[in-house]
T-cell receptor, first 113, second 116 residues
Framework: DGGITQSPKYLFRKEGQNVTLSCEQNLNHDAMYWYRQDPGQGLRLIYYSQIVNDFQKGDIAEGYSVSREKKESFPLTVTSAQKNPTAFYLC????????????FGQGTRLTVV | AQSVTQLDSHVSVSEGTPVLLRCNYSSSYSPSLFWYVQHPNKGLQLLLKYTSAATLVKGINGFEAEFKKSETSFHLTKPSAHMSDAAEYFCVVIAGMDTGRRALTFGSGTRLQVQP
């Protein structure tokens, strides 16, 4: 089945650690996105990529980094510089440019312990 | 710049009564508009989309929305609520091709509660 796979579903991070969230898609989409969702809030864009080897900062990129070495993969690293990383992270993909719907993964819940 | 405003953060209805979730958008260019639903701790599922075809759009699970350019609105409706409709709903806009920003803009969400 085509879709987007995020892993892990739950992730725990100690203070000062970097962690990487995985996002893989087999929809042959050029565009991929990372969003952060906090309780009672909408989705905020962290980074997006319209094509392999290229990506742009979204609204809240500080403390995060990404890479896009393959069309299928868009991993997100939450660095120790991110002061409040506890949140629900959603990855999405779409055709590029995005004129129709994006498809979402099931999310990764990151908790700082 | 594009933006989306969902006018209600919470909506509560009784099972079997109509649902109305309101969304207004702002876009300098011809937009594409979407409604997504999110159940707790899940990803987002597309309910319906408007991409410059018919202004009345029918989606899954009995939902529909009407694009009204004069009112810059894209409200989501359902004639009769079901308990399984209880979830968070997001209105989303993509600006037209001419803008530099090529990503989706989300509203803040509306939490729908359905009372038995």
């Amino acid at each position: 089945d085509g879709g987007i796979t995020q892993s892990p579903k739950y992730l725990f991070r100690k203070e000062g650690q970097n962690v990487t969230l995985s996002c893989e898609q087999n929809l042959n989409h050029d565009a991929m996105y990372w969003y952060r969702q906090d309780p009672g809030q909408g989705l905020r864009l962290i980074y997006y990529s319209q094509i392999v080897n290229d990506f742009q900062k979204g609204d809240i990129a500080e403390g995060y980094s990404v890479s896009r070495e393959k069309k299928e993969s868009f991993p997100l690293t939450v660095t120790s510089a991110q002061k409040n990383p506890t949140a629900f992270y959603l990855c999405a993909s779409s055709i590029s440019p995005p004129r129709t719907e994006a498809f979402f993964g099931q999310g990764t819940r990151l908790t700082v312990v | 710049a594009q933006s989306v405003t969902q006018l209600d953060s919470h909506v509560s209805v009784s099972e079997g009564t109509p649902v109305l979730l309101r969304c207004n958008y702002s876009s300098s260019y011809s937009p594409s508009l979407f409604w997504y639903v999110q159940h707790p701790n899940k990803g987002l599922q597309l309910l319906l989309k408007y991409t410059s075809a018919a202004t009345l759009v029918k989606g899954i699970n009995g939902f529909e929305a009407e694009f009204k350019k004069s009112e810059t609105s894209f409200h989501l409706t359902k004639p009769s609520a079901h308990m399984s409709d209880a979830a968070e709903y997001f209105c989303v806009v993509i600006a037209g091709m001419d803008t530099g920003r090529r990503a989706l803009t989300f509203g803040s969400g509306t939490r729908l509660q359905v009372q038995p």
